[in-house]
């Protein structure tokens, strides 16, 4: 049954983004927990070595299981080590899209340029454009209007959801828009964060990656075989399942239009197999209060934030037990969120934020 | 030429910076890891986000907010998304305090 009641508008141009800004919802100052600047220091200091170490494992499984692919193609056995691959490359990407573009991942800045634009590519994010979409997703995360990046909208729509299981929507979307900018225009909403100066480079991307896709195609026809798209382009696809998991613990079904993330983002233990593929965004609390401290760093930070923060799920699978009724409830009710309960010794949000600006469905 | 004082030297950590407020006015001032210092305006031209609780490394500061770096040393915005660059203001040390042309 289709959704009949208010809805809220969450486009960049719409009545909401009007709404927010109106009621100080726009960059505006969000909690942080209390930690002294010495210590908050030495969990922000830089290195290369870990994430050197965590690429080149990356890139040596990457070598191996597509190398595995390509050595079985022809058989069935070969969909054991594209799987493996997929996974790598669809959605360990994201997180390597994350960190670098934060600047964070390594010391040296040129480091996390050249990852930050391979990891781009494998996860089908043009940089440029998602650098800046993603700034504002941290200037405004989970504000109705304003945060372009936003994990469930409500009344949630499940079969969008299902659709990125593998990518589906994620790449239309993502073609249109990249043909867009390979012919030298950005839509209006991207206007909305992406300043001029910055818009030939996303122009210049566009159309390498365009012709990056093409000789993909090409070589494909060349060889009469979609072996060449299964190692470029198609895992992107393939592999993104992963990635959406993932990416709905972050924010999906808690509260919106709140300025503190202890209430509209979550905390995840994880096995250090998906901590290696997610790059310890799983510490999302963590992350989005302290986006300069580097991932290695964020098991360490929680430990001495936690007392100041909801009880962190123990599991991905306790974050689905919440994630999957939410969602449902929300495709139906689009007032129902997950309130985080702090813990009594935390901090109270002192700041507060202004009333919700439904606006009536058309 | 308005010379005022913003700090004493030893108030500062070598590669680390800390606030200082004159007026209506607000600077960053950056102790470098050659123990040389350094005076810039104290918000972000991003989104007036106060760069004394970002991070130094080397002859950079790093915005807390979005990660934005500027060469505190010129004031020169390194990249998205910082595109504009920070204003600096001359500094002199005398008898172990800083003082800073607020012009
Ligand atoms: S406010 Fe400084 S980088 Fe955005």
């Known amino acids: ?362 | 030429m308005a010379w005022v004082r913003a700090c004493a030297t030893d108030e500062i950590d070598e590669e680390d910076v800390a606030r200082f407020d004159q007026g209506d006015r607000t600077f960053a001032i950056y102790h470098s890891p050659e123990d040389a210092f350094y005076a810039t305006d104290g918000l972000c031209t991003h989104q007036a986000i106060h760069l004394a609780d970002g991070l130094v490394m080397d002859h950079t500061i790093e915005c807390p907010k979005h990660n934005g770096r500027f060469d505190y040393r010129d004031g020169k915005a390194l990249g998205a998304p910082v595109c504009v660059n920070l204003r600096t203001y001359p500094v002199k040390v005398e008898d172990g305090v800083v003082l800073v042309d607020v012009g």
């Open chain 1, 1 to 362: 049954m289709a959704f009949t009641g208010t809805r809220r508008d969450y486009g960049l141009l719409g009545l909401d983004a009007k709404a927010a800004v109106e009621n100080g919802l726009a960059s505006a100052k969000w909690y942080s927990c209390p930690i002294g600047r010495k210590e908050l220091k030495e969990f922000m200091r830089r290195s290369d070595g870990p994430a050197l170490r965590d690429t080149a494992l990356w890139f040596g499984l990457l070598a191996f299981s597509g190398g595995a692919g390509v050595a079985l193609w022809g058989s069935w056995w070969a969909v054991l080590p594209f799987a493996v691959y997929g996974v790598l490359y669809g959605s360990a990407s994201d997180s390597r899209w994350h960190e670098c573009g934060h600047g964070t991942a390594f010391k040296t800045r040129w480091m996390n340029d050249v990852l930050y634009n391979v990891a781009s590519f494998m996860v089908f994010r043009e940089p440029t454009i998602w650098r800046w979409s993603h700034t504002r997703h941290h200037t405004d995360t989970v504000i109705v209007g304003l945060d372009p990046e936003f994990n469930v909208m409500r009344p949630a729509d499940v079969l969008a959801i299902l659709l990125n299981v593998f990518a589906f929507k994620n790449v239309v979307l993502g073609f249109k828009q990249l043909v867009l900018h390979a012919s030298g225009r950005v839509d209006a909403e991207e206007a909305t964060f992406i300043p001029d100066m910055e818009r030939p480079k996303v122009f210049r991307t566009a159309r390498i990656w365009l012709a990056l896709f093409a000789l993909v195609v090409l070589a494909c026809v060349l060889t009469h075989s979609v072996l060449p798209a299964m190692l470029i382009g198609l895992p992107t696809m393939y592999g993104a399942w992963l990635q959406l998991l993932f990416g709905l613990t972050q924010h999906a079904g808690l509260d919106e239009d709140v300025l503190d993330h202890r209430l509209n983002s979550r905390t995840v233990m994880m096995n250090p197999v998906f901590r290696f593929l997610y790059w310890n965004m799983n510490y999302h609390i963590e992350h989005h209060m302290f986006p300069m401290v580097p991932y290695h760093a964020l098991p360490r930070l929680h430990e001495v934030i936690k007392h100041d923060c909801p009880k962190p799920y123990p599991s991905l699978y306790a974050a689905f037990a919440e994630i999957i009724p939410a969602v449902l409830r929300q495709a139906k009710d689009p007032t129902y969120f997950v309130r985080r309960e702090l813990p009594s010794r935390a901090k109270p949000l002192d700041l507060q934020p202004a009333g919700p600006g439904m606006v009536a469905a058309e």
